[in-house]
C-alpha cells in the first residue's frame, strides 16, 4: 500500500491499490494556519484563541500548498494533526475551510516515524477541480513530487538534518481514516 520512491520521486500504481470501501467521504473543516506562496507561519494559540506568528520562515520558495491543522485533534508529535490542503488558491490564515480527506504521508527518519499530515482537497461543494479525487491514487504524480520535495526539503533546514535521512511515505485514504481517528480520540482521553 505505501508509494516506491525512485531517485526522489513517487511512482504510484498497483502498490496503492484501493478497496471499494475507500471511496466513501470523509468531511472535516480545518483551520488555515499557513497560506500557499507565503514564507510566514503561524500557529494556534489555544488560550488566547487566535493565531500567533510562529516563525518567518527563510526559504529559498514557497510552499505550493496551504497548510492547515484540525482542531480537537492531537498526534503523537506533541500538537494537533497538520493537514496539507491540495487547492489552486491561497486561503487566509485564521479561516476555516471544509475539505475531504483522501489520503496521508509521513516524514520518516531511518525508518522512525517522525511527524504524519493528513492530505485534504476542498469538497465538490466548494471546488470541482478535484471532484473524481476520492484517494490519493487520484492525484497527479507531480502534485506528490512537489509534497515529497517540499517537506523533506523543510524539515532537512528546521530540524539540522540531512535530506538524504529523511522519507516521505505516502499512504491511502484507509490509513488516514485511521490516522484521524486515532488524533481524535487521543485528544478526547486528554481533555
Known sequence: MDSIFDDG????????????ETIIEYKIEVLIEKESNSSVRYKYDELKQALVCDQILDYPFKSHFNFGIIPKTSNTYNGTLDVIIIIENSLIPGSYINCKLIGCCEIKNNHTAKKPYLIMCPTENLDNTFRECNNIVHLDKTILNKINYMLLYRHSLCYSGCVNDLLLEFKDKRHAIKLYETSFKRYCDLT
Not at 9 to 20: L, N, S
Open 9 to 20: 520521486f513517487v511512482e504510484i500504481g498497483k502498490q496503492m491499490a484501493i478497496p471499494e
